[in-house]
């Protein structure tokens, strides 16, 4: 059984950093590609960054591009996400999630139909 946890979550003022950090166990974690989304109150899901699993394909949305970082620990079994110079904007839920996929295609990353596993979300509040 895949399980997907996320952490790192809490309040911050706007301009500050916060970095979340997801686990994922039952495979080796090299055979997962890792995605965050981010769902706001109110606002569907969106697509937030990505990370392929050898690590060589990363994608970002436009709204968080040049201000967070997605990286991952092989050995750590473990996916980040860095948050720079937050906005108020940025709060929401973020969850992490994970597929076995190895596409090469941008959509199959930003797509959260692709995603098999998903973690409990962790909320991220940045206070103006």
């Known amino acids: 059984q895949v399980q997907v946890a996320d952490t790192g979550g809490g309040l911050v003022q706007a301009g500050g950093s916060l970095r979340l950090s997801c686990a994922a166990s039952?495979?080796?974690?090299?055979?997962?590609?890792m995605g965050w989304f981010r769902q706001a109150p109110g606002k569907e899901r969106e697509f937030v960054a990505a990370?392929?699993?050898?690590?060589?394909?990363?994608y970002y949305a436009d709204s968080v591009k040049g201000r967070f970082a997605i990286s991952r620990g092989n050995a750590k079994n473990t996916v980040y996400l860095q948050m720079n110079s937050l906005k108020p904007e940025d709060t929401a839920v973020y969850s992490c999630?994970?597929?076995?996929?190895?596409?090469?295609?941008?959509?199959?990353?930003?797509?959260?139909?692709?995603?098999?596993?998903w973690g409990q979300g962790t909320q991220v509040t940045v206070s103006s």
């Open positions: 999630a994970a597929q076995t996929n190895d596409y090469s295609a941008r959509s199959y990353y930003t797509t959260a139909y692709y995603y098999a596993y």
């Open positions: 039952g495979r080796t974690f090299s055979s997962y590609a």
């Open positions: 990370i392929s699993r050898s690590g060589v394909r990363i």
